[in-house]
Nanobody, 120 residues
């Protein structure tokens, strides 16, 4: 069994910064791509940023240049540094990871989500 636990959400003023973190634990052989998705009320969940095990990153156009994703492969963690936050960044942010077990089967896991609210 694998768990993804997010932390770091909260309320921040427009223009502010926030850092999200996610830790994977459990029956893990290897962690492939990790990423962050978000879902605002009334909208579909969409990709924010993604990072492969070798460090290749991609970002949604709406956050490129403001958000930075990083990971620590030794600790199976992924972080999202968010800067210059805008009200439209308000959403529930979900951690996602593609993880292989000891049999090398890979599964897609999701965290429970953490609320980010950008408001004055």
């Amino acid at each position: 069994q694998v768990q993804l636990v997010e932390s770091g959400g909260g309320l921040v003023q427009p223009g502010g910064s926030l850092r999200l973190s996610c830790a994977a634990s459990g029956s893990i052989f290897s962690v492939n791509a990790m990423g962050w998705y978000r879902q605002a009320p009334g909208k579909q969940r969409g990709l924010v940023a993604r990072i492969t095990s070798s460090g290749t990153t991609n970002y949604a156009d709406s956050v490129r240049g403001r958000f930075t994703i990083s990971r620590d492969n030794a600790k199976n963690t992924v972080s999202l540094q968010m800067s210059s936050l805008k009200p439209e960044d308000t959403a529930v942010y979900y951690c996602n990871a593609n993880i292989a077990d000891a049999s090398l089967y890979t599964y897609n896991y999701w965290g429970k989500g953490t609320q980010v609210t950008v408001s004055s």
